[in-house]
Structures are given as structure tokens and as C-alpha cells.
């Protein structure tokens, strides 16, 4: 089931025309992304609310246990077309906000701030304080349309990453979240939900995933050196594991090699002992006489902050044959 919902739904991403209002119906299955803490029980779904500053695109409320009490906290998202482009060329070095990037935010912000203090609102979302008014994120663009510009696309995704990680640190004590529709078809395909938009909390499932068990092998020292210091793993993997050589056994019987290159933390969600992170690597893999190719994500997840728990490729085609070359390059700790 999940993976035909991801299936129309990349469908809608890969169309031509804009496609935002089609893809938002898509978020009913990824509740528990979009609230960012655990929910007792998901309340309400509101689109196009209306107020003084424009129209809300999405704001999702459930009821949030903290500390053994529970409060009812409600999360604003604004979101644009996968077709829109997140990033555009600036210079030979440096990319920048596209412009409706920057519109994203701007709308983002005002309607969470007017809400935050609007007594109606907190009646019609049993708010009782200001503070449980909170900062979803910004769903825009996808794989395809991350940067747009005239730059070789190797030096596209270098600078992507770079941006992505600035703009998530920017973004950081806010509590904003930066996400594609790719990503959002990612998490479907993790999840296995009811069709309705609210309903009970459904714990994760996995589909089929290959694991590493990354935490049984050590890291390679040829990639990372004692000398070398650094503050996240987002950096060290930026820096020192910016594309994975992946080798493949295909159907046909085929073996090939391919790379699997760094897009950075995706996602992140408050737990006990902190913010649990998501890593992913992708690539576009086709096997000799194939008519399709075939996207594979290595997902690597970090929990606690510094330690990495889970290591995994979902819905991954082919046989893996060197998982533990890629153990030893990801498979590291911080002190």
C-alpha cells in the first residue's frame, strides 16, 4: 500500500505543471513527521486557513505528551510545488535562495506569529499557551529542482550540501524544518498509515530494509584522521564521505559499481536524550539492460546527537555486496 501512495506521489513531483495542491494531500500519511514530537492522538488538519496576513497552507494539532502531562500543540507548515526550485547559482562558489524559497519563509513567519497570539485560534485548537503555537517547516522543490542554474552538476551538488547544512543551522534554534517532496515520499514509503487525515498514532514500520549493523565494524582510517576535528557528523560525512562507491548485484546477475552521493540530514525529531538525525546518501542506479533506473537511498540514523544507531537502504532492489566496506566508512563515533 505504502509503496503505491509513493508511487503517485512521485508521479505528481515529475509532472511538468505545479502540482502543490495534488502533492499536499500526500501529508495525511506522514503525520508523525509533521508534528515532530510523539502524538497521543492527532486532532486536526486545517488548509488555506485564512487570516490577516494570507492563507496558511497547512497547520496540523495533536495531543503531545511532555513530562506526563499532555497539552495540545498545533504546527504551521507553508509549502510550495515540487516544481519550484529550492536554490538557484549565484556565484562560481556560492548558491542562494530561490525566490520562492524566500517567500516560503516570509509567509512562514507571519502566520506563525499572528497565530501565536491569536485568542481565536488557540479556542479552535484548545491552545492554552502561546508557546504550544509552533514552527512546522518548508516543503519545496525536489531532487530534481534543488538548484537551477548553468553549473556542472557535480559542483550543483557540492554546493547544495553546503547550503543545505547553512540553511539547517540557520534554521536550527527555530525549530524549522527543510524538507523536499522527495523527502516526503521517503517517509511514506517508511510508513504504513491509515488512508484518513486523522486518526491514531501508527508506529513506524520499515519495509524490507538491508542493515549494515554499522556499530560491529570500526571506521576506515584512511577517511578520518585523529589529527582532524570536528563538531557534527553532518560535517564529517560533508567532508569525508561525500560519495559512497556502492556495489550491486542485479537481477539479470549482473554485478556493477555506482556512487551514492551525500544530500546531508533531512530530518530531525526531539526524543529522550535529544534530536535524532537523518542521514541520507542517494544515487540513480541502472543495471545493464534495464529500461528504468532505479533511486537508492543508504539511510544512516544518529541517536543519541554524536552516535550513530541504524543503518539502512528501504525498498533497495538488488543485493548489497559490499555492505561492510560501507560500515567502515560510516560506522565512526565522536568522543
Known amino acids: 500500500m505504502s509503496e503505491d501512495i509513493a508511487r503517485c506521489l512521485e508521479a505528481l513531483i515529475n509532472d511538468a505543471q505545479n502540482k502543490e495542491l495534488e502533492c499536499r494531500l500526500f501529508l495525511q500519511y506522514i503525520k508523525d513527521v509533521l508534528v515532530k514530537n510523539r502524538a497521543t492522538r492527532f486532532d486536526y488538519v486545517e488548509t488555506e486557513r485564512i487570516g490577516n496576513t494570507g492563507r496558511s497552507d497547512y497547520i496540523i494539532s495533536a495531543v503531545i505528551e511532555e513530562g506526563g502531562d499532555e497539552c495540545t500543540k498545533a504546527y504551521i507548515w507553508e509549502l510550495k510545488a515540487p516544481q519550484c526550485p529550492i536554490f538557484e547559482v549565484d556565484t562560481e562558489n556560492r548558491l542562494k535562495p530561490s525566490k520562492e524559497l524566500i517567500d516560503a519563509e516570509n509567509k512562514l513567519l507571519h502566520y506563525y506569529l499572528e497565530n501565536k497570539y491569536s ?3 488557540h479556542q479552535q485548537y484548545h491552545i492554552t499557551n502561546p508557546v504550544d503555537v509552533v514552527l512546522g517547516g518548508i516543503i519545496i522543490g525536489c531532487r530534481r529542482t534543488k538548484v537551477i542554474g548553468l553549473m556542472e552538476e557535480e559542483r550543483k551538488n557540492r554546493l547544495y550540501r553546503i547550503i543545505k547544512s547553512s540553511r539547517d543551522i540557520f534554521y536550527g534554534n527555530s525549530g524549522i524544518i527543510l524538507l ?19 486518526g491514531s498514532y501508527q508506529n513506524v514500520v520499515v519495509l524490507d530494509p538491508i542493515l549494515l ?5 570500526e571506521h576506515d582510517d584512511q577517511f578520518f584522521e585523529e589529527n582532524e576535528n570536528y563538531d557534527t557528523l553532518e560535517e564529517i560525512f560533508s567532508r569525508k564521505a561525500s560519495q559512497i562507491k556502492i556495489k550491486l548485484r542485479c537481477v539479470s546477475g549482473d554485478v556493477i559499481e555506482d556512487w551514492l552521493t551525500y544530500i546531508g540530514v533531512v530530518s530531525s525529531e526531539e526524543r529522550g536524550m535529544g534530536p535524532e538525525f537523518l542521514h541520507i546518501w542517494d544515487g ?21 546527537q554524536g552516535s550513530l544507531n541504524l543503518a539502512q537502504m528501504p525498498d533497495c532492489p538488488y543485493d548489497v555486496l559490499n555492505k561492510e566496506e560501507i560500515g567502515r566508512i560510516i560506522g565512526i563515533k565522536i568522543d
Not at 523536499?180 to 510508513?191: L, N
Open 119 to 121: 485568542g481565536v485560534f
Open 180 to 198: 523536499t517532496w522527495d523527502d516526503v515520499v521517503g517517509h511514506i514509503r517508511k510508513r504504513v498509515t491509515e488512508q484518513n487525515v486523522i
Open 213 to 217: 549493523n554499522i556499530n560491529e565494524v
Open 284 to 304: 540513480e542506479i541502472t543495471c545493464p539492460g534495464g529500461d528504468e533506473s532505479n533511486h537508492i537511498e543508504l539511510e544512516v540514523w544518529e541517536y543519541p
